[in-house]
């Protein structure tokens, strides 16, 4: 089955049961700015490694995540960061020094709420 074969609102349950970030009980700006730090923290890392993933930043700065968001909201997450990071090579920072980086990551990570 291919996309366009489905309707639009099965398109958007999969959406949301897959890759939704509504599980971040936070506003926009702050959603988009997990995004953005994962992606900015990703290419940095990249410069050293090219085989470092955004799954794999969010796996460190979300340690303390059980292992059942792990594998589901983390990995979900990741997805949709590298899918921003496509072609892109300036991130926005947010005013975060790349230091200070993980640390206001998990912050927002932590607004985190399971259902």
Known sequence: MELKDLDFNKTLAIYKKFFSVHFLNSNLGDKLAVIALTCYIT??????????????????????????????????????????????????????SLKNMPKQLKKLLDSYVPF
Do not use: Q, W
Not at 69 to 79: D, H, P, Q, V
Not at 80 to 93: A, H, L, N, T, W
């Open 43 to 96: 290419n940095e890392l990249r410069k050293k490694d090219k085989e470092i993933t955004c799954y794999d930043v969010l796996l460190k700065v979300g340690k303390d995540f059980g292992k059942e968001e792990k594998e589901t909201f983390l990995k979900s997450l990741g997805a949709i960061c590298e899918d921003f990071m496509y072609g892109v090579k300036d991130f926005p920072d947010y005013g975060v």
